[in-house]
């Protein structure tokens, strides 16, 4: 059997759009930071730390993007009047699903190869989800000199959006997301006009990015913390008395506190109920100088 | 006054710990308030706490409701401290804010 690599040609048109390399290092510079921004979105929005990279651009013809992209997914067409491109962001079948789910306070699962129709509720959630993912996009285009993104259009299927024509060559970006057992993709696709209107940043702008993105790892950082029902002194004498089947009472009621590295950071609400415990955080007690116990 | 009587009058301080969680920093940066931080628990089974003396682990109890106030059970005393693993858990944003 022969194990000779067969590389694949491919052809070069001629009237393939030319953008210049740092244009396109703009660019992906500017997607780069929408990730890490979708990222911090996800943590808050869900406290799951799951990251979402922008793992490769490529510069290719509609049909062939639409070639690739035919599973059914979450799309919004977009326009950037400023810049006077066209654009689209697609949330890719599974993550819809997780997203869904997470919105939902559960787990995120896999998505079954014959997977049901979305539920209205459900339809609401993912664009709602869809919608927060745009929001983050646009004011990234908006700091990059393209302007705020305006939603024309929503769909399931690329070839139905109308957006651009098969030949059309667009900027393609491909974000993965990983952890927190959540899976998918989601890709933005725009039309090569954008490239003429980025704004290269300048020098220091580039250091804020780099600064931004150093935050954006250190927020992501786990922190130990401990939730305490209370806590009260007593005598040793007591204590060396103490055996198993004693009971004694707890101070206070329902409050707890959150404990970071031995000191009090906020104080809880503590609600049992059959198979979970709710913390509900107070406003009126955080301990802002992180008080020792 | 003894010396053995002084030591036993001495008072440590004791606390109950419900859970540890590994919490990412940015997430415990954004809670306000009523944000909700839900901790799964086995199902029928009392929750458990740890008591700490002086911030080490002394004694594993059980947490039970009597009269409108908490109270635990020592269910054992521990001699070679081993602090228990993370608990699961998830954030729910206030959605009045």
Redesign the interface.
Known sequence: MSTEKVEKIEKYDLWRPVVRPERRDTLESLHQVVGVSWS?SL?????R?ATITCEASSFEPFQRLSETEQEPAEIAAFVLERAQASGLLLVSRQLTRNLIDLRL?EEAQPVAQESPTLTPLESALVRDATTSLLGHLSQGYAASGLGELKVNVRGNQLQDLGVFDSEDYVIVFRYTVSGANIAGYIVVALSTTVANAVVAPSAPLKADTEHTRLRSQ????????????????????E??E?????????P???E?V?M?G?GR??S?K?D?Q??????????QRRFKNHEK? | MRKTELVSQLRVTMSAVLCRLRVPAAVLGSLGENDCIEVAQPADVAPAVELKVNGKLFARATLFEREGSRFVRITELVSAPAQGGYQKWCLVKNAMK
């Open positions: 911090q943590l808050e929005s869900f406290g730390s306070g250190a927020a992501m950082l786990p922190v130990e913390t401990e939730i305490l029902l209370g806590s009260w002194t007593v005598p040793l004498q204590l060396i103490l055996r198993p089947g004693d009971t004694f009472p707890l206070g009621a329902d707890g959150l970071t031995g950071l906020l809880l503590v049992f059959p198979r979970l415990v709710k913390l509900w955080a107070q406003a116990d």
